[in-house]
T-cell receptor, first 114, second 114 residues
Framework: AQSVTQLGSHVSVSEGALVLLRCNYS??????LFWYVQYPNQGLQLLLK??????LVKGINGFEAEFKKSETSFHLTKPSAHMSDAAEYFC????????????FGTGTQLKVEL | ETGVTQSPTHLIKTRGQQVTLRCSSQ?????VSWYQQALGQGPQFIFQ???????GRGNFPPRFSGLQFPNYSSELNVNALELDDSALYLC?????????????FGEGSWLTVV
C-alpha cells in the first residue's frame, strides 16, 4: 500500500527565509503526489500536483516541489516565506489505478516569524 | 471558495447516538469523497460516491455509511457513535474519479462526541 511520511510536524521560519517542507513516499509503482494547504478552520486547498509530466512542479502562491525518484521524495519549497504562508501543509499520494482517493501524511504546521 | 458546502459546521453528540452530515458538491461534479481528520492528523479516506454508487471505501467500520443523491449531493451517516469519532469530517467533490480530476474540499463539519 502507498503511504507518505512528512518529516517534522512543526517547522518555523523567519519571514523572507526559505521554506522547505519534507515529504517521502512509499510506493512500489509510480505515484501521483500532491501538496495541500489547510488554513485555520478551513478545508484543504490544492497547492500543486506531480503527474509524471515534469519532475519540477510549480504551484500556487510561489510554491514548488521536485519529484526525486532516487530519494522517493517530493519536498515542498518556497524561496521567501510570507506571514500569510502560516498554515498546515499536507502531502498526499495516489497510485495509477487508484483514482483520486488520496492517502495523506500527518501534516506539517508552518509558522512564519517576523 | 470551492463551491463545496457542508452542514452542519459544528455539532455535539452523545456516545451511542447517530449523526448525519451533509454535503453539496460543486456544480457539475458527479463524485463526492468523504474524509475524517482527527485532531493533529491528516485526513483519512472514508469512502467515495460516483453517480450514486459507492466507488471505494477506506478502513472504516460498517457503521459509517453514505448516500449520494441524483443531484450528486451526499450524506455521511455514522451510527453508534464512539468517542474516537470526534473529528473534522471533510467532503470533497470532483468531476470524475481519475487522479487527474482535482478534488475540491469543503470547510468541514466538526463533530464532538461526549
Amino acid at each position: 500500500a502507498q503511504s507518505v511520511t512528512q518529516l517534522g510536524s512543526h517547522v518555523s521560519v523567519s519571514e523572507g527565509a526559505l521554506v522547505l517542507l519534507r515529504c517521502n513516499y512509499s510506493s512500489s509503482v509510480p505515484p501521483y503526489l500532491f501538496w495541500y494547504v489547510q488554513y485555520p478552520n478551513q478545508g484543504l486547498q490544492l497547492l500543486l500536483k506531480y503527474t509524471s509530466a515534469a519532475t519540477l512542479v510549480k504551484g500556487i502562491n510561489g510554491f514548488e516541489a521536485e519529484f526525486k525518484k532516487s530519494e522517493t521524495s517530493f519536498h515542498l519549497t518556497k524561496p521567501s516565506a510570507h506571514m500569510s504562508d502560516a498554515a498546515e501543509y499536507f502531502c498526499a499520494v495516489t497510485l495509477t489505478g487508484g483514482g483520486n482517493k488520496l492517502t495523506f501524511g500527518t501534516g506539517t504546521q508552518l509558522k512564519v516569524e517576523l | 471558495e470551492t463551491g463545496v458546502t457542508q452542514s452542519p459546521t459544528h455539532l455535539i453528540k452523545t456516545r451511542g447516538q447517530q449523526v448525519t452530515l451533509r454535503c453539496s458538491s460543486q456544480s457539475g461534479h458527479n463524485t463526492v469523497s468523504w474524509y475524517q481528520q482527527a485532531l493533529g492528523q491528516g485526513p483519512q479516506f472514508i469512502f467515495q460516491y460516483y453517480r450514486e454508487e459507492e466507488n471505494g471505501r477506506g478502513n472504516f467500520p460498517p457503521r459509517f455509511s453514505g448516500l449520494q443523491f441524483p443531484n450528486y449531493s451526499s450524506e455521511l451517516n455514522v451510527n453508534a457513535l464512539e468517542l474516537d469519532d470526534s473529528a473534522l469530517y471533510l467532503c470533497a467533490s470532483s468531476s470524475g474519479t481519475g487522479w487527474e480530476n482535482t478534488i475540491y474540499f469543503g470547510e468541514g463539519s466538526w463533530l464532538t462526541v461526549v
